[in-house]
């Protein structure tokens, strides 16, 4: 048993120190969302805030090509009604074709389409960009850890939603001997997994979305929303997947009692 203990503390110990010299960032903001531990839920107005952020700002450079309209419509996500996603859509321009004369063309978005790339291909992103294509961003909550090895991390097990904020938070003015090194086009945050220098410009600024329901519009807030909306688009069956885990400890805890019962009546005689 004290092997075994001496053996777990061991792993412990190793894991969270590879994490730690696979990061070489500043670790992620600690802040808390609504989704964090085991019982967490998303909250939807902040989904559609969230959503409202990634659709005035960040579509203008990145796509979600895992993510369709009408899944903004489903079951534990920012729930948009039908009608809401149709319109919503259709403010998207998705390449389609080749029509009767073999030519590609322009056409609103529907509901089935998927968040496009503004650009038309992955060379064109890089040039628009000082050479590196943003990213898709689908999935960029489960791709970024942001862990800081802690208890506490490990409970709720998000870190990606805080990366991300902590990225969108985190440019800051670089000291002048920082300023020296910064590569031609490239922007200083302390955050950024791949060197401190980033191809992205800082993309918020205070009062930038205006919210329906009034909510606050700081740079801190706008990337709390956006954040929390990227991490239901790489998990959007969350709730469900919490749902089911708890009804399965339910099952084993009643199941566990029952056999223990059992096993007593069984054996009573032989002692
Ligand atoms: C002007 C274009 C532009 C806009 C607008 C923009 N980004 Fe980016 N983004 C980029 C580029 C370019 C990169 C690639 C940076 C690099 O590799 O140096 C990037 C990278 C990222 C990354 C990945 C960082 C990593 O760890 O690899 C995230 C996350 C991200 N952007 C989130 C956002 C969010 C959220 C928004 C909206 C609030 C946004 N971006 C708006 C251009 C943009």
């Given at each position: 048993?004290?092997?075994?203990?001496?053996?777990?503390?061991?792993?412990?110990?190793?894991?969270?120190?590879?994490?730690?010299?696979?990061?070489?960032?500043?670790?992620?903001?600690?802040?808390?969302?609504?989704?964090?531990?085991?019982?967490?839920?998303?909250?939807?107005?902040?989904?559609?805030?969230?959503?409202?952020?990634?659709?005035?700002?960040?579509?203008?450079?990145?796509?979600?090509?895992?993510?369709?309209?009408?899944?903004?419509?489903?079951?534990?996500?920012?729930?948009?009604?039908?009608?809401?996603?149709?319109?919503?859509?259709?403010?998207?321009?998705?390449?389609?074709?080749?029509?009767?004369?073999?030519?590609?063309?322009?056409?609103?978005?529907?509901?089935?389409?998927?968040?496009?790339?503004?650009?038309?291909?992955?060379?064109?992103?890089?040039?628009?960009?000082?050479?590196?294509?943003?990213?898709?961003?689908?999935?960029?909550?489960?791709?970024?850890?942001?862990?800081?090895?802690?208890?506490?991390?490990?409970?709720?097990?998000?870190?990606?939603?805080?990366?991300?904020?902590?990225?969108?938070?985190?440019?800051?003015?670089?000291?002048?001997?920082?300023?020296?090194?910064?590569?031609?086009?490239?922007?200083?945050?302390?955050?950024?997994?791949?060197?401190?220098?980033?191809?992205?410009?800082?993309?918020?600024?205070?009062?930038?979305?205006?919210?329906?329901?009034?909510?606050?519009?700081?740079?801190?807030?706008?990337?709390?929303?956006?954040?929390?909306?990227?991490?239901?688009?790489?998990?959007p069956k969350m709730e469900e997947r919490k749902q089911l885990g708890f009804m399965v400890l339910i099952?084993?805890?009643?199941?566990?009692?029952?056999?223990?019962?059992?096993?007593?009546?069984?054996?009573?005689?032989?002692?």
């Amino acid at each position: 048993m004290k092997k075994f203990t001496m053996l777990l503390i061991a792993g412990l110990v190793s894991f969270t120190g590879a994490s730690f010299a696979a990061e070489n960032a500043t670790p992620a903001k600690p802040i808390s969302f609504s989704f964090e531990g085991p019982f967490g839920t998303f909250d939807k107005a902040q989904l559609q805030r969230g959503y409202k952020v990634y659709k005035e700002v960040c579509s203008n450079c990145h796509s979600m090509r895992l993510v369709a309209f009408r899944n903004l419509a489903d079951h534990g996500g920012p729930g948009f009604t039908e009608e809401q996603v149709k319109a919503l859509a259709a403010t998207f321009t998705v390449k389609d074709g080749p029509d009767a004369e073999g030519n590609m063309f322009d056409r609103p978005g529907l509901a089935s389409d998927r968040f496009p790339s503004p650009f038309p291909n992955e060379q064109a992103a890089a040039a628009a960009n000082g050479g590196a294509a943003p990213p898709d961003l689908s999935l960029i909550t489960k791709a970024r850890e942001g862990w800081h090895g802690t208890f506490n991390q490990l409970w709720s097990n998000i870190g990606g939603p805080q990366y991300v904020y902590s990225l969108l938070t985190g440019y800051e003015e670089p000291s002048e001997e920082i300023k020296k090194e910064t590569p031609e086009g490239k922007h200083y945050n302390p955050y950024f997994v791949s060197g401190h220098f980033i191809s992205m410009p800082p993309p918020l600024a205070d009062g930038q979305v205006t919210f329906d329901d009034g909510a606050p519009n700081k740079v801190d807030d706008m990337a709390r929303d956006v954040s929390a909306f990227l991490a239901w688009t790489a998990e959007p069956k969350m709730e469900e997947r919490k749902q089911l885990g708890f009804m399965v400890l339910i099952f084993l805890s009643v199941f566990a009692g029952l056999m223990y019962f059992v096993k007593k009546k069984i054996w009573r005689d032989a002692h």
